[in-house]
């Protein structure tokens, strides 16, 4: 068992959930090599307890992708706040039902007043609970969501497992005054100013780990250097963790992962919106070495909207029959809004001033259909 990768694809471990994988991966722990590599190249503490084994993951920056992806909408986001406060004073196994939650929350919300004969406020709360539920904060014991979707006088009865006061970091300053991310950032490395190295360290070790790629620019100039001048001590210590290798260019890095390796979440995904990106990648490099589209010396592409719309376009005319159904019959629209926002989210396009700058990235990898694609059925036709 590769410990390393369960606790870093996991947000935390249940004995309650997988008795026999919270034994082998505390057994394993005791040896304390890990946990070491944790404290030291990341600055992750490891909480291991009754209920759960938990690492603490921080990312070097808040980024699009990251948050919770069952959630749609920031109310969901105060609700689950609201649900915590809400379990604060109940101890392991303590049941409730729905309508004290709903009235708790109700009660607490500040922001609008909250209706739960609106099906809308309802759709939210159920996507929270279900949430709860699947992560092992709660246990249902009675009852479904799906019955409070139809009627907001539907019960469900709970109960606590215990582990709702650890989702949340331990923070070591009053956070009251924070009002953006950066704050959050600052807070992490606040014991740590006098070694602004171990500080550096544990911030480049937290981005190769934790994003798609490492981009040299005015704020990761420090980080970026630390990675090219010790690019092999660090290949050399990750790859004894994971199966990984470090690629280093003149303005990007990247932990590439060998095919069995998973690290939470990775790309290419399983599903149709990772292949039509890896085909518009195919497109894009066809472009440049055609000479129609260049790449300044930062590696990074900036093209102008229509054109970048123009290549999603011919993405979808020239692949679109191996597509699923639903992304074939998609408008143009349609489509366009689901690559973008899917590529945005996962950080490998940003838009400024009208032009969509492309990252680094769809220089590393593409992808092709086998080159009968599409033969059989021109045949049939």
Same mark, same amino acid.
Request: net charge negative; aromatic share 12%; proline share 2%.
């Given at each position: 068992?590769?410990?390393?990768?369960?606790?870093?694809?996991?947000?935390?471990?249940?004995?309650?959930?997988?008795?026999?994988?919270?034994?082998?991966?505390?057994?394993?722990?005791?040896?304390?090599?890990?946990?070491?590599?944790?404290?030291?190249?990341?600055?992750?503490?490891?909480?291991?307890?009754?209920?759960?084994?938990?690492?603490?993951?921080?990312?070097?920056?808040?980024?699009?992708?990251?948050?919770?992806?069952?959630?749609?909408?920031?109310?969901?986001?105060?609700?689950?706040?609201?649900?915590?406060?809400?379990?604060?004073?109940?101890?392991?196994?303590?049941?409730?039902?729905?309508?004290?939650?709903?009235?708790?929350?109700?009660?607490?919300?500040?922001?609008?007043?909250?209706?739960?004969?609106?099906?809308?406020?309802?759709?939210?709360?159920?996507?929270?609970?279900?949430?709860?539920?699947?992560?092992?904060?709660?246990?249902?014991?009675?009852?479904?969501?799906?019955?409070?979707?139809?009627?907001?006088?539907?019960?469900?009865?709970?109960?606590?497992?215990?582990?709702?006061?650890?989702?949340?970091?331990?923070?070591?300053?009053?956070?009251?005054?924070?009002?953006?991310?950066?704050?959050?950032?600052?807070?992490?490395?606040?014991?740590?100013?006098?070694?602004?190295?171990?500080?550096?360290?544990?911030?480049?070790?937290?981005?190769?780990?934790?994003?798609?790629?490492?981009?040299?620019?005015?704020?990761?100039?420090?980080?970026?250097? /630390?990675? +090219?001048?010790?690019?092999?001590? #660090?290949? @050399?210590?990750?790859? !004894?963790? =994971?199966?990984? %290798?470090?690629?280093?260019?003149?303005?990007?890095?990247?932990?590439?992962?060998?095919?069995?390796?998973?690290?939470?979440?990775?790309?290419?995904?399983?599903?149709?919106?990772?292949?039509?990106?890896?085909?518009?990648?195919?497109?894009?490099?066809?472009?440049?070495?055609?000479?129609?589209?260049?790449?300044?010396?930062?590696?990074?592409?900036?093209?102008?909207?229509?054109?970048?719309?123009?290549?999603?376009?011919?993405?979808?005319?020239?692949?679109?029959?191996?597509?699923?159904?639903?992304?074939?019959?998609?408008?143009?629209?349609?489509?366009?809004?689901?690559?973008?926002?899917?590529?945005?989210?996962?950080?490998?396009?940003?838009?400024?001033?009208?032009?969509? /700058?492309? +990252?680094?990235?769809?220089?590393? #990898?593409? @992808?092709?259909?086998? !080159?009968? =694609?599409?033969? %059989?059925?021109?045949?049939?036709?």
């Amino acid at each position: 068992m590769k410990v390393l990768e369960v606790l870093l694809n996991n947000r935390w471990i249940l004995k309650s959930r997988d008795r026999e994988l919270y034994y082998q991966v505390k057994e394993a722990l005791a040896s304390g090599e890990e946990k070491k590599f944790l404290r030291e190249k990341l600055g992750y503490q490891v909480l291991i307890n009754p209920y759960m084994i938990k690492v603490e993951k921080l990312p070097a920056a808040a980024e699009n992708w990251m948050g919770i992806s069952e959630f749609c909408d920031p109310i969901e986001y105060v609700f689950f706040c609201l649900v915590l406060m809400f379990l604060e004073d109940k101890e392991a196994e303590d049941q409730f039902v729905l309508s004290e939650l709903t009235e708790y929350v109700q009660s607490q919300y500040r922001e609008e007043q909250i209706d739960w004969t609106i099906y809308r406020y309802r759709r939210h709360m159920i996507r929270v609970m279900k949430y709860c539920v699947a992560c092992g904060i709660l246990n249902v014991n009675d009852g479904t969501e799906e019955g409070f979707a139809k009627d907001d006088t539907s019960e469900v009865l709970y109960e606590n497992t215990g582990v709702s006061r650890y989702f949340m970091k331990n923070f070591t300053q009053d956070i009251m005054g924070y009002t953006v991310p950066k704050d959050f950032e600052k807070e992490e490395w606040i014991d740590l100013d006098e070694d602004r190295g171990i500080i550096r360290r544990q911030r480049v070790y937290r981005r190769l780990l934790m994003t798609m790629g490492m981009y040299r620019d005015g704020d990761t100039e420090e980080d970026f250097a /630390y990675v +090219r001048n010790y690019r092999n001590m #660090i290949q @050399g210590e990750l790859s !004894e963790m =994971f199966p990984c %290798e470090l690629q280093v260019h003149s303005s990007s890095a990247f932990l590439i992962l060998e095919e069995n390796c998973r690290l939470g979440r990775t790309f290419p995904e399983e599903n149709t919106l990772s292949d039509i990106v890896l085909l518009l990648y195919q497109l894009l490099q066809e472009e440049i070495r055609t000479g129609r589209v260049e790449v300044p010396l930062d590696e990074q592409i900036r093209l102008p909207k229509e054109n970048f719309q123009r290549l999603v376009e011919k993405c979808k005319e020239q692949f679109g029959v191996g597509f699923n159904k639903t992304y074939r019959e998609m408008t143009f629209a349609e489509f366009y809004r689901e690559v973008y926002d899917y590529m945005e989210n996962l950080m490998m396009i940003e838009q400024a001033y009208g032009d969509i /700058y492309i +990252r680094s990235a769809a220089g590393k #990898i593409m @992808g092709k259909y086998p !080159e009968d =694609f599409g033969k %059989e059925d021109k045949g049939d036709e």
